[in-house]
Nanobody, 124 residues
């Protein structure tokens, strides 16, 4: 049973930083990709950043490029999201997701496994 557990959320002022973690367990094979999504009240879940372990590739939503960095600690099998220069618009519940089969992690509909989420609140 694949389990993803997020941590690291909190409340910060605009311009501040947070580092989210997603501890993964229960895999029988390495995920094809892992990703961070976020969902604000009344809005759809949107992709923030993706990590593809096989070729160590990353991709980001335009709204976070240059501010957020996704990374994976293979030894701990923990996914991270370093968030700098946070803006009030970044406030949302942040979710970690993964899929084992080949394909894209850009859309929420493509994700097979989800964590429970961690709240990020950025005040102006």
């Amino acid at each position: 049973q694949v389990q993803l557990v997020e941590s690291g959320g909190g409340s910060v002022q605009a311009g501040g930083s947070l580092r989210l973690s997603c501890a993964a367990s229960g895999y029988t094979s390495r995920p094809f990709c892992m990703a961070w999504f976020r969902q604000a009240p009344g809005k759809e879940r949107e992709g923030v950043a993706r990590f593809y372990p096989k070729n160590v590739a990353t991709s980001y939503a335009d709204s976070v490029k240059g501010r957020f960095t996704i990374s994976l600690d293979n030894a701990k099998y923990t996914l991270y999201l370093q968030m700098n220069s946070l803006e009030p618009e970044d406030s949302a519940m942040y979710y970690c997701g993964a899929r084992l089969s080949a394909g894209s992690c850009e859309l929420a509909s493509a994700i097979a496994y989800w964590g429970q989420g961690t709240q990020v609140t950025v005040s102006s």
